[in-house]
């Protein structure tokens, strides 16, 4: 059987980062590390270029940060899935590079199995949100970001055309937990949760999971905990 292998590319300003998960990676079997950036406008063309399924973003790069071009790689409309480096996990600029649509973040003292891990969660179409550090940064930041939410106001309390099954979907994707574990605590088949995850974004108009994630805390559908 033949192993799918997962393309990334790595965005960093910091040579040696770059090519220490470069090592990290290619030591996988199922990943390949088929390029570097090394700044958010260098990244936009490599990806433009290589076409790869993942991208390891670096937040804070000269010329174009990690924001902008995470913002620009989701609006070209590609395959590939941004996974935001940070070195804090309260980094207020890890909200913000989730809104512009990056699927994921991790911190970069990640071990080698949570680098290989987060990579292949999120090349699968899985947003990486850790419960008890997502959780929280999406909570607090939310509240003092100044770009606009993904909620109105005025239209908090509504959730478009959602059954109750769906918005329970809803609420357990920004709780981190995958399909596999929704599956388990409502009781249903994998399959039947996958179809209500694709529902629910395509009836709010969202992107991702990531974004059905900032969606509920901004609805307060999910409140801190």
């Known amino acids: 059987m033949t192993i799918r292998t997962i393309r990334v590319l790595i965005a960093d300003d910091q040579m040696m980062v770059r090519e220490g998960f470069s090592v990290l990676l290619g030591a996988m079997p199922d ?13 936009v063309e490599r990806v433009r270029e290589l076409a790869p399924d993942v991208v390891l973003m670096d937040i804070r790069m000269p010329e174009m940060n990690g924001i902008e071009a ?4 989701v609006a070209a409309d590609g395959a590939a899935k941004v996974l935001v480096l940070t070195t804090f ?4 600029y890890v909200y913000q590079a989730l809104r512009a649509g990056a699927s994921g ?8 199995r949570q680098l290989a891990d987060g990579v292949r969660v999120v090349a699968a179409g899985e947003a ?6 997502t959780k929280r940064l ?7 970001s100044e770009a606009p939410r993904l909620v109105p106001a005025a239209q908090q309390g509504t959730y478009g055309d959602l059954t109750e099954r769906e918005t ?9 937990l995958s399909n596999g574990e929704i599956a388990e605590r409502l009781v249903v088949a994998e399959s039947t949760i996958k179809t209500h995850v694709s529902r629910v974004l395509v009836k709010l108009g969202l992107r991702d999971r990531t974004q059905a994630a900032v969606f509920a805390y ?8």
């Open 168 to 176: 329970e979907v809803l609420v357990l994707i920004a709780q981190g």
């Open 31 to 43: 990943i390949e590390v088929v390029g570097e950036a090394v700044n958010g406008r260098d990244a």
């Open 128 to 133: 990486l949100l850790a419960p008890s550090v």
């Open 70 to 73: 995470t913002r620009a790689i």
């Open 89 to 92: 996990d309260l980094d207020e």
């Open 105 to 112: 973040f991790l911190l970069k003292d990640a071990s080698a």
């Open 218 to 225: 901004e609805a307060r559908l999910v409140r801190p905990g």
């Open 138 to 144: 999406i909570t607090e930041f939310s509240k003092l």
